[in-house]
């Protein structure tokens, strides 16, 4: 699942190319989700606790207020690693704008649907081959980079976050389930519970109730996330091309 996200402040525009997203992604069949957001300002406010919560930002230029190349540079200074695509009528930026480092700049009413479509799908192929997969958290002014490989779940209580890496470390940072689930869209993770969210390549049995991991720990299984478990595991098993003999 990607998650996209839209920034103009025409909403004949949101509507437009959210449509055209949605008809290009099941064409390629390549689930995702699309918000909208009516200016710079706004976007930024939505991610200012989670930066890493869009996988595109298709973003206007020329809006009221705050700019599109101004909302971009505040976005990557917040650390948004987010493909951008500009999306604009106006083609008197496009220089400024690679500061940036869109995946492409498109001019509104030039660019046919063909073209469109070739943009977004080299921003997949560029999310799908990035480098070692990072996920990014801090607490008290300590901030640990860790391989998303090497992470074998979160647990929440209240507030604060317990990330378990490299077998048994553990780290905790003030946020959210929800900001841990978007920053983790698409890279292998899946809620359990409620306060839950394992790396499927660590599950190495189902209990009735429980998840067991490698690491040796077992983890609660919330009974309203047991079907969406069981298919995101079925769905991660095919992907690697395991069989497990009966």
Do not use: W
Request: proline share 2%.
């Amino acid at each position: 699942m990607y998650t996209i996200f839209l920034c103009d402040d025409i909403q004949e525009t949101l509507d437009e190319y959210a449509s055209l997203i949605k008809t290009i992604a099941e064409k390629n069949q390549i689930q995702v989700t699309i918000s909208s957001f009516s200016s710079g300002e706004q976007l930024l406010f939505h991610l200012s606790d989670s930066p890493g919560q869009a996988d595109i930002i298709y973003m206007d230029i020329l809006m009221h207020q705050l700019n599109g190349i101004e909302t971009a540079r505040r976005l990557r200074d917040s650390g948004c690693q987010s493909e951008i695509i500009f999306l604009t009528t106006s083609d008197e930026y496009v220089f400024e704008a690679f500061d940036v480092t869109p995946v492409q700049y498109l001019l509104k009413g030039e660019t046919t649907p063909e073209r469109f479509e070739r943009v977004f799908l080299q921003a997949i192929s560029r999310i799908q081959k990035k480098g070692s997969d990072i996920f990014l958290c801090e607490s008290q002014g300590v901030q640990k980079v860790l391989s998303v490989s090497s992470i074998s779940f979160f647990e929440i209580t209240k507030r604060i976050v317990t990330v378990q890496y490299n077998g048994s470390e553990e780290f905790s940072f003030y946020s959210s389930m929800e900001n841990i689930e978007n920053q983790l869209s698409g890279k292998g993770f899946v809620r359990v519970h409620r306060s839950y969210i394992v790396n499927l390549s660590y599950i190495v049995m189902f209990q009735q109730n429980a998840v067991c991991l490698k690491t040796g720990t077992v983890i609660p299984l919330g009974v309203t996330y047991i079907k969406q478990v069981r298919k995101a595991f079925s769905d991660y098993i095919s992907r690697i091309s395991l069989h497990v003999p009966k």
